[in-house]
């Protein structure tokens, strides 16, 4: 290994396995700091990691085959009127083509850890989507009334 600098390891991991290691990165620091709080209280900062980190992986990505799913998917978190010890939050699902205008980037309003984690699972793992039509027969029963399912890939 000897005269192999960091950048040709580097192209020697694949982009999936170079964000989970960030991804495993983050998550240690963030338990180092709880850790070495005193009091049992972590003060969380406001931090752009989970952005960069998606727009790293996700937005700028250039490996990418030509055809390639170019749609991205963003959790919005809105916080509902409620409990101020116990906040109530409202999750949507945004969707957005890679190269367009109104990408919520740097939205604080988006969960940006969660989007990493769903962009994450749908661009990179094989599933299979199944979306169903049906009406309720009985207050317990639903009748399929048409069914399609399709691959990821």
Same mark, same amino acid.
């Given at each position: 290994?000897?005269?192999?600098?960091?950048?040709?390891?580097?192209?020697?991991?694949?982009?999936?396995?170079?964000?989970? *290691?960030?991804?495993?990165?983050?998550?240690?620091? *963030?338990?180092?700091?709880?850790?070495?709080?005193? !009091?049992?209280?972590?003060?969380?900062?406001?931090?752009?990691?989970?952005?960069?980190?998606?727009?790293?992986?996700?937005?700028?990505?250039?490996?990418?085959?030509?055809?390639? !799913?170019?749609?991205?998917?963003?959790?919005?978190?809105?916080?509902?009127?409620?409990?101020?010890?116990?906040?109530?939050?409202?999750?949507?699902?945004?969707?957005?083509?890679?190269?367009?205008?109104?990408?919520?980037?740097?939205?604080? !309003?988006?969960?940006?850890?969660?989007?990493?984690?769903?962009?994450?699972?749908?661009?990179?793992?094989?599933?299979?989507?199944?979306?169903?039509?049906?009406?309720?027969?009985?207050?317990? !029963?639903?009748?399929?009334?048409?069914?399609?399912?399709?691959?990821?890939?």
């Amino acid at each position: 290994m000897a005269g192999l600098g960091a950048k040709d390891i580097l192209r020697n991991v694949t982009a999936l396995e170079q964000l989970i *290691e960030e991804i495993n990165f983050q998550r240690a620091k *963030e338990m180092r700091q709880c850790l070495m709080s005193k !009091d049992g209280f972590v003060m969380v900062q406001g931090t752009t990691y989970w952005t960069d980190l998606f727009v790293r992986h996700f937005l700028f990505q250039t490996d990418r085959s030509t055809d390639a !799913d170019d749609l991205l998917f963003f959790i919005r978190k809105k916080q509902l009127k409620g409990s101020r010890y116990i906040p109530k939050y409202q999750t949507e699902v945004e969707v957005y083509r890679r190269d367009s205008r109104k990408l919520p980037i740097g939205d604080p !309003d988006i969960d940006w850890e969660e989007t990493v984690y769903l962009n994450l699972i749908i661009h990179q793992f094989d599933y299979t989507l199944t979306l169903a039509v049906c009406t309720r027969t009985s207050p317990k !029963d639903l009748q399929v009334l048409r069914r399609h399912s399709q691959a990821s890939r």
